[in-house]
């Protein structure tokens, strides 16, 4: 172990505790951004003018009828921007834009005392615009050549060589769909102006220290002149990593103009449609196995829907890259990455940040050519499994390959996977119209910021005269129970209760420059920089407590808020006296990091975290509906620095997954009609979530033991993203349900999502022996199809060709 991972005995890391505002949060009287509105004077209510075009010009803005509506103090405009109208960090997201780049894009702001004289005012500008073309699914952009950024590769050894040596080489396509975030709590901002010009905006942010930026180049101030806090959200989920910025500006604007407080939270509605989701994904594939079903090369193209401009388009392109190989060792790789452009919101960071989009290729390949190599899908996933000594395709080592094997194998013994899979046999056999599916998926996902710069943190450490302890650091609280772990660091590294500690909101004029609380590196990051401060401060008290206790400086060591009989209380009055420095600033920054952006190359990763799910579905033949009947998980968290929040993050990124892969269907106008580019889903009623109908109806989770991680803090492993991926267990268990169906060795098609449309058209093809590629132009020897509604399945993201080349 290392001083980093090292883990004191009587540590309150480790201990099952519950969130530390979870009764907050029940009763409601936690507070979020808006809830401050209340407790603020003269506050402004901002409202967007949102284009009804997907591409136009603007070529006329009249906003005076807006102040004949009673209310109404300011309409904001390009016009006032006194830095620079720019609301990313690419330059390529104009905050007043003068081209409509996707339908509900906000062309300006209006002001006024109450939200209702808002609405009214946006309703009463008056905008022209030109209509022009528009690019709106992946389809076209591929089609018309619509990309935007960078298109890099990642290559290990002779992509065509492995190729033309396999045994068997199979082609084929897969789109698969974004998601909506969905955090309960909308987009807000609050902004307030100072006596000296200075501006303070409280948002709901995952970047505070990247909304500062912003909010100073769009004001054309100095990062010194804004302070940014963020108390917590209610979800952020990646959605709050880059898309807060912009509408703290527009807050701030408002602010400084008007010199009164201006609230900005968007309605879920004005959410969903000026916000980026999920990118969704085309993949086009060749694979390569030997006679074993052993891969031996994969050639693959992705490419991602970014929408309208870049936000993070690009690092989630390089994270799906680095993905696609999920946990499976694989000789010759060629993977290439390019992002559509299209006129659509701008895809943003979601949970697993394209690591899930690249996994769910190979997961599909492997789930599609298992019978085709006649192999069963968990005897093809278990053979493929990285063993020690293999690396990834850009070069890492995979650290405790080992790991993957022993977590599959629990898994299968806890779920009781071979006696349940031998009784689904005979289920299935004697059932015609509901079949049942037992898989099991694996995941590896990299921790750390592929971006090397990002991999640093700060914390701020305030010990007072009396012994009490407050901690600010660089992290947001979005749910995920970071501050929960934050606060067991501080009182395990000083030695004290966990009474002794609280936890102030973040903000960036206590700890500045700080990065996103993302890429699930909150707690390493953080957790690094509070133990730093706490030893500083530690290593000063030292001196005072060998004095008064007798016990070696070396030796010196609180247990519970106690040293040889003294109190921390104590020798923290004595230090006092002894004018020693009690607070202390920490810092972090992850050791052994390097990444070659240019040649796609490196060891961008900390480490790897594991896990693997086995999930047992059931169809039903008539309508494809079906539900879950048990999920067995096994995850590794390292050693958990706090394990009911661990299980909270794994069951709750699960059921996101499952969500993303199962249920909810971002549908946006790709018709020649008025309402082109127009999403369709901009509600909860249309966009289906998951909810306790769709949990499982066993779930089992469990943490891995004997995992202590050596690399991260307190022997711990990140858990926020990785999680997610487990949910490719139901999805195969269902592609498996399908082909229940139909005769043995048929490979099923399954669109992403599936939805129980999706998977009655799978195993409706299932039956007649087939792929679930639309009939239309299908080669002649398929059965006649029956008459009625069309066969076509409604989503083409079922359309595959399939062919085993060499067969
Ligand atoms: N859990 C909750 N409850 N709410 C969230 O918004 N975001 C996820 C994950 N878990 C999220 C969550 C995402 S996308 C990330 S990157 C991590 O939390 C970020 O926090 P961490 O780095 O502290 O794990
Ligand atoms: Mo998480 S997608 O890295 O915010």
């Not at 500062?212 to 979800?235: D, K, P």
């Not at 080992?402 to 629990?410: F, I, K, N, V």
């Not at 700060?458 to 007072?464: D, E, F, I, N, R």
Request: charged letters at 20%.
């Amino acid at each position: 172990m290392t001083a980093l991972s090292d883990r004191p005995p009587g540590a309150t890391v480790g201990i099952p505790i519950e969130h530390e505002a979870a009764a907050l949060h029940v009763t409601g009287e936690a507070l979020y951004t808006d809830d401050l509105v209340p407790h603020t004077k003269n506050v402004l209510h901002a409202w967007p003018v949102q284009a009804p075009h997907a591409h136009a010009l603007v070529t006329r803005l009249e906003t005076a009828p807006a102040y004949d509506v009673p209310g109404v103090v300011r309409v904001l405009t390009a016009a006032d921007v006194p830095g620079h109208n720019e609301a990313g960090v690419k330059g390529d997201e104009p905050l007043f834009p003068s081209e409509v780049m996707f339908w509900g894009h906000a062309i300006c702001w209006v002001l006024a005392e109450t939200l209702e004289a808002a609405r009214l005012g946006a309703a009463a500008v008056v905008v022209d615009y030109e209509p022009l073309p528009s690019v709106i699914t992946l389809a076209e952009a591929i089609e018309q050549g619509s990309f935007q950024g960078g298109q890099p590769t990642i290559t290990r050894g002779d992509v065509e060589a492995g190729l033309a040596a396999s045994a068997h080489v199979f082609s084929g396509e897969l789109e698969l769909a974004g998601q909506e975030h969905f955090y309960l709590e909308t987009h807000c901002s609050l902004a307030q102006v100072g006596d000296d010009g200075s501006l303070f905006v409280q948002s709901s942010t995952q970047h505070p220290s990247e909304t500062q930026e912003i909010v100073a180049e769009v004001l054309g101030i100095h990062s010194h002149q804004v302070v940014v806090q963020c108390l917590r959200m209610g979800g952020g989920f990646g959605g709050k990593e880059m898309q807060p910025h912009g509408f703290a500006a527009i807050a701030a604007l408002g602010a400084r103009l008007t010199g009164r407080p201006v609230r900005l939270r968007l309605n879920r509605t004005q959410d969903i449609t000026m916000s980026g989701k999920r990118h969704g994904f085309h993949a086009q594939w060749r694979v390569g196995f030997d006679p074993d079903g052993m891969l031996q090369a994969l050639d693959v193209t992705l490419t991602s829907d970014g929408g309208w401009s870049l936000d993070l388009s690009e690092p989630v392109m390089a994270r799906a890259l680095c993905h696609v190989d999920n946990a499976y060792w694989i000789p010759h790789v060629r993977a290439n990455g390019r992002i559509a452009k299209t006129h659509k919101t701008s895809q943003t960071a979601f949970r697993g940040f394209g690591g899930p989009q690249g996994m769910l290729v190979i997961e599909d390949i492997l789930g599609r050519c298992a019978p085709l190599l006649g192999l069963d899908p968990a005897d093809l996933r278990s053979r493929n499994l990285y063993r020690d000594g293999h690396t990834t395709p850009y070069g890492q080592p995979v650290r405790h390959a080992e790991r993957l094997s022993r977590t599959w194998e629990q898994v299968r013994a806890d779920s009781d996977f071979a006696a349940r899979t031998a009784a689904i046999e005979a289920f299935n056999a004697e059932h015609e119209h509901v079949k049942r599916g037992l898989a099991i998926t694996p995941v590896k996902f990299g921790i750390a910021f592929n971006f090397t710069a990002f991999n640093q943190a700060g914390a701020l450490v305030h010990v007072y005269k009396d012994g009490s302890v407050l901690i600010n650091h660089g992290g947001t609280e979005m749910g995920q129970g970071l501050h929960t772990k934050m606060l067991q660091v501080a009182a395990t590294t000083l030695g004290v209760p966990l009474a002794k500690v609280r936890l102030a909101p973040t903000r960036t004029d206590k700890v500045p420059n700080t990065s996103a609380t993302a890429a699930s590196s909150g707690a390493d990051l953080n957790g690094g920089a509070i133990k730093n401060a706490c030893e500083q401060i530690l290593d000063r008290l030292r001196p005072v407590a060998a004095k008064v206790t007798g016990v070696p400086e070396a030796e010196v060591r609180f247990v519970d808020g106690v040293v040889a009989g003294v109190s921390w209380d104590e020798i923290v009055r004595l230090a006092y006296f002894d004018r020693i420095q009690l607070w202390a600033a920490g810092y972090f920054r992850t050791s052994g990091l390097h990444w070659d952006s240019s040649t796609m190359t490196g060891e961008p990763f900390k480490y790897f975290a594991y896990g693997v799910a086995a999930a047992e579905v059931e169809v039903d033949g008539f309508t494809g509906a079906y539900r879950t009947r048990r999920v067995d998980i096994v995850h590794d968290v390292g050693d958990s620095l706090s394990p009911l929040v661990d299980l909270g993050q794994i069951e709750g990124a699960f059921v996101q997954g499952v969500g993303w892969l199962t249920l909810e269907d971002l549908r946006w106008d790709d018709g020649d009609g008025e309402s082109r580019g127009r999403l369709a889903t901009q509600a909860a009623s249309t966009y289906k979530l998951p909810s306790f109908s769709e949990m499982p109806e066993v779930f089992n989770v469990s943490l891995l033991r004997n995992a202590a991680e050596d690399g991260a803090v307190y022997g711990s492993k990140a858990v926020g993203e990785p999680p997610l991926m487990l949910a490719f267990s139901v999805r195969e268990a269902l592609r498996q349900a399908a082909a229940a169906f139909g005769p043995r060795g048929v490979s099923v098609a399954l669109a992403s999502p599936a939805t129980p449309e999706a998977v009655f058209w799978a195993l409706d093809a299932a039956r007649a022996g087939r792929d679930a590629s639309p009939p239309e132009g299908y080669p002649g020897d398929v059965p006649e199809q029956p008459e009625g509604p069309p066969l076509r399945p409604r989503s083409e993201r079922a359309q595959h060709e399939l062919e085993d080349l060499d067969a």
